[in-house]
Structures are given as structure tokens and as C-alpha cells.
């Protein structure tokens, strides 16, 4: 991350995927976009983020339009840590911070 490089990790289950970038919003302070690939492992991570003792302020975000108004909001009060999120609202939110292009540089996308 120091090197501001992309970087491809491989670890099997179990093996600390999600300290990964709970380590990337310690060490950056920016907002983490973590883009999962169904609807049970958004709620999975997001419970163990909320029931850990690091202190993130997670949010889970799922296909509901709703969710991502409620999002905007609360990423805008800078009270989101970490985002859990579907391919399909993650398509929502890139046309969220093409419209907001000064908010681009407080994602950290994974």
C-alpha cells in the first residue's frame, strides 16, 4: 500500500482475507470498498466487523436502492469505515463518485 500499487492476494479460507483491508482503512484512513461476491458473504463480513473489537464502523451494502441513498449519507458525515457491497451496487456507487469526483480520493476499492 506504502507503494500505491495494485496488489493480488490469494489465501484460503480462514486464512485473514478480511484483516487485509481492515488493515488498509487503519493504515490509510480511507473509507475500504470491498466488492463481495454474493448477498451472504456481504452480511457474513459485516457482522464480523461489527461484532469485533477493532472499533470499524461497517455498512452493508445489498441490491436496495434505498441502502445506497442511506450510504451517500453516511459516507458524506464520514461515518463509514468500511463498505461490504454487490457487484450491482458497486456500478451505483462508481456513477455516485463520477458525479462527486472529490470524494474519489476517500475510497480505498478492494
Not at 452480511?43 to 461484532?51: G, K, N
Not at 441490491?63 to 463509514?80: M, N, P, R, Y
Not at 463518485?97 to 476499492?109: D, E, G
Request: hydrophobic fraction near 45%; glycine fraction near 6%; include cysteine.
Amino acid at each position: 500500500m506504502e507503494l500505491h500499487e495494485d496488489t493480488a492476494v490469494l489465501v484460503s479460507t480462514g486464512g485473514g482475507k478480511s484483516l487485509i483491508y481492515q488493515m488498509a482503512h487503519l493504515l490509510t484512513g480511507k473509507t475500504v470498498v470491498v466488492v463481495e461476491p454474493t448477498v451472504a458473504i456481504i452480511h457474513d463480513q459485516h457482522r464480523s466487523i461489527v461484532e469485533s473489537k477493532a472499533g470499524l464502523r461497517s455498512f452493508a451494502l445489498t441490491k436496495d436502492v434505498t441502502d445506497l441513498a442511506e450510504f451517500k449519507t453516511h459516507f458524506c458525515s464520514g461515518v463509514i469505515d468500511i463498505c461490504n457491497l454487490c457487484q450491482y451496487s458497486f456500478i451505483h456507487l462508481v456513477f455516485f463518485m463520477n458525479l462527486n469526483v472529490q470524494l474519489l480520493n476517500k475510497f480505498l476499492i478492494v
